[in-house]
């Protein structure tokens, strides 16, 4: 494995950096972060939950808004769900499933990451990061 730049190469596969490992606390911020899919921009963001890092489009499944008001805050006051925070749509942090509300049984599209030497990765092939916003609490 090698660092270059804002880029990894592990083995074969090229993954880019979302942050640092420490970066994501168990239901704390998330960090929000834009990709690329074609000539289509998506935002996008990644947390921590049952100690593994997790990522997700950030587009709400209700009308397509973005998860969070308050920038970087995604979970709701339990730390157990994923919100919505403009109806209250809640989703599994797990695998982006809708659990309540308005959803329409429809969940995340989840993102492929992957924790290596002290950084999450996306290794999504399909998606190229353009940038990351971190916030602090
Ligand atoms: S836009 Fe997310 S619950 Fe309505």
Redo the contacts with the bound molecule.
């Keep these: 494995m090698f660092v270059s730049g804002s880029r990894i190469e592990v083995d074969s596969l090229s993954s880019a950096i979302i942050c640092s490992s420490a970066t994501l606390v168990e239901g704390g911020l998330g960090v929000r972060f834009t990709i690329r899919q074609g000539d289509q921009t998506l935002p996008a963001f990644a947390v921590r939950f049952a100690g593994c890092a997790r990522a997700y489009i950030n587009r709400?499944s209700?009308?397509?808004?973005q998860?969070d008001i308050k920038p970087a805050s995604f979970f709701d006051n339990d730390k157990q769900y994923i919100i919505?925070a403009?109806?209250?749509?809640r989703y599994d942090p797990v695998d982006g499933a809708c659990r309540v509300?308005?959803?329409h049984s429809t969940g995340l599209l989840a993102l492929a990451v992957t924790e290596t030497d002290g950084y999450v990765l996306l290794t999504s092939d399909r998606y190229q990061l353009v940038s990351t916003e971190e916030f602090e609490e």
């Design positions: 709400c209700h009308m397509g808004l998860l919505c403009t109806h209250g749509a509300g308005p959803c």
